[in-house]
Nanobody, 126 residues
Framework: QVHLVESGGGLVQAGGSLRLSCAASGRTFSSYAMGWFRQAPGKEREFVSAISQRGGSKYTANSVKGRFTISRDNTNNTVYLQMNSLKPEDTAVYYC???????????????????WGQGTQVTVSS
């Protein structure tokens, strides 16, 4: 089992940057694929980006590709989401999630993630 805590959200102007962090408890972090998802008010949760257990595979949604970068540090049990060139439409609550079932080809499937953080708010002003 893994407990996830996100941090790094906040208010930023359009064009700005933020780096989200997700700290995981437990000694088996490296056995989990990790993903970032987001949910804007009135909208369904959507996939943002995910990374495989050892970081060899990554998958990023087209809406953020080229602007967001996911990475992980298995030594420190942390996954990151670097967000650059932020747009108002990126405003959402961002969640990190962990999965022991997701593979390189299924990283974007939120149904495979069984551990979720509490979320961190990202607000981008125009």
């Amino acid at each position: 089992q893994v407990h996830l805590v996100e941090s790094g959200g906040g208010l930023v102007q359009a064009g700005g940057s933020l780096r989200l962090s997700c700290a995981a408890s437990g000694r088996t972090f490296s056995s989990y694929a990790m993903g970032w998802f987001r949910q804007a008010p009135g909208k369904e949760r959507e996939f943002v980006s995910a990374i495989s257990q050892r970081g060899g595979s990554k998958y990023t949604a087209n809406s953020v590709k080229g602007r967001f970068t996911i990475s992980r540090d298995n030594t420190n049990n942390t996954v990151y989401l670097q967000m650059n060139s932020l747009k108002p439409e990126d405003t959402a609550v961002y969640y990190c999630a962990g999965s022991q079932r997701a593979t390189a080809s299924t990283l974007l499937l939120d149904g495979l993630y069984n551990y979720w953080g509490q979320g961190t708010q990202v607000t981008v002003s125009s």
